[in-house]
């Protein structure tokens, strides 16, 4: 006799009372379709771990598409399909989304030989996903609220904080599923089951990721990246010689060196640094630490990694403009003593700021770090008090003049000659004499 564990009570303790209104209501827009809906994926694990999950996942046995329509109705949403792969997305008002997925049986071919008569829709669905611990699910369904379904007793790995797949073609099925795992053990100090870990190793060995054309690898690596703490899952990609794979071009045999765990330090000091400074301004991590890998290559090294991993133009073109830009700032900084602020505001000021944390990572002398976190909490903010208004109440006349005044006056702002509107106000009228522009440039 099987007996269902249902998670009700955990819900109450570790879901927010909308989250659990949205569930029932998933549930109840579920019998009158009617379809089976089930939340799944990292949403079951991170409920199991007691982990806050903002992600809601839903598979639906039966037409998801017309599920999730139907959702969108009820919710006062939006909803966006993907007839093709039978998906959705609803989008609530409040700006919350919910991935909707079909379970079906018929469309999945799976390679070995399986007795999918006897596997019902979540079954199959949930033997198709990554690993043990994210292959459970929770049916909403009134009737069945908050019953776990767990098939291939993927609690026990959970509570044995363990990585595995569900079978032994999980590898050579979709590769990116090895940053995944990586990524998992290393975000919540899992082990890989040890047959999980060789399957790995084989699939390296059998150059499985010869074709790197899938975007996924790419998303994966982005994913890493952005980690609280990315260096462990760095060392472990190493671990698993997976960096002939990422970056042939980088060196041959490239370990995680001393040299190189001290650039993905440097960038982790600057991104702390950044984030306890709470600026507005959101950093995207992955960038800085993928500059940072990138930190003793060719901007070439970095295009090529882009393009193998078929990187969007856009974030490909962005990014290696960062790096030769900071390449060379950093450079710059890194040979001139006693540069003026003025001096360092215009070197660093077309720099993102995960340019600018990259080149904190870099810069191997402390008056380039400080010149940089100078810049980014004090020069960036920079301004001067008097306007383009005020230059034409002084009399002078509205034109390109007024960029190249200002520019001049916010130098000596920033080399802290001028300090208050009056001073301000005093330069301009010194630097730019009004009886010696030329009779069209003074107002009338
Ligand atoms: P995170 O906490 O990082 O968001 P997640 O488990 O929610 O983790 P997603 O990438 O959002 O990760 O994926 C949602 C679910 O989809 C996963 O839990 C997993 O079951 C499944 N999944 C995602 N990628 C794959 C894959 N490459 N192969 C198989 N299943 C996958």
Redesign the pocket.
Known sequence: LERKRNLNSLMIDCLTKPMIQLLQKIGEVADEVPVNAFA????V??LLLKKR?L?L?IVVEGNGIEFAKHLAGRLGGRYRTHERFSTAMVLMPDGFKIDIATARLEYYEYPAALPTVELSSIKLDLY???FTI??MAVQLNPQQFGTLIDFFNCQNDLKQKEIKVLHNLSFVE?P??IF?AIRFEKRMSFTMAPHTARLIRNAVKMQLFGKAADT?FFSEIR?IFSEENPIPAIQRMADFNLFQFLWPDLKPHLKVDRRFLHILLQAQRAIDWYRLLYLKEECDNWIVYLLAIMGRSKAEVLEAFCKRFLVPQKITDNLVWQKMHADKVANLLARRNALRNSEIYWLLQDLDIEGLLYVMAIARKSTVKKAVSNYVTEMRQAATLISGRDLMALGYEPGPAFKIMLNDLLDARLDGIVTSKSEEITFIQENYPLNNLPENGRNA
């Open positions: 799944v994926g990292g949403f694990r991170d999950n992600d996942d198709r996903r990554d994210n292959a979709d990116s599923r995944r996924r994913l």
